[in-house]
């Protein structure tokens, strides 16, 4: 089920600077999806706990930024997916 919600992580200078200094990962999502669907996919795939998720609608499909609580580190999740 996660992985139809979430497909693949959104990679720029800008989201790589969320990652490091706000503790945010930036993913491309199923445009249909909702917070919770999003929030549950993300927590289950990389068990970790999510803080909030802000998502928006762009031309290119929908994004969503994942803040993850102080106890879970977005550079970890960044490094075991390959990000880095």
Not at 54 to 68: E, F, P, Q, S, Y
């Given at each position: 089920m996660p992985h139809k919600v979430l497909?693949?992580?959104y990679v720029?200078?800008?989201?790589?600077?969320q990652m490091e200094?706000?503790?945010?990962?930036?993913?491309?999502?199923?445009k249909g999806a909702t917070k919770k669907e999003i929030k549950a996919a993300f927590e289950e795939l990389f068990e970790v706990k999510v803080e909030s998720i802000k998502t928006k609608n762009t031309r290119h499909g929908k994004r969503a930024v994942i803040k993850?609580?102080?106890?879970?580190?977005?550079?970890?999740?960044?490094m075991r997916i390959g990000i880095f």
């Amino acid at each position: 089920m996660p992985h139809k919600v979430l497909f693949h992580p959104y990679v720029t200078e800008k989201t790589m600077f969320q990652m490091e200094d706000e503790n945010k990962l930036e993913f491309v999502v199923r445009k249909g999806a909702t917070k919770k669907e999003i929030k549950a996919a993300f927590e289950e795939l990389f068990e970790v706990k999510v803080e909030s998720i802000k998502t928006k609608n762009t031309r290119h499909g929908k994004r969503a930024v994942i803040k993850l609580t102080g106890d879970y580190s977005a550079e970890d999740v960044g490094m075991r997916i390959g990000i880095f």
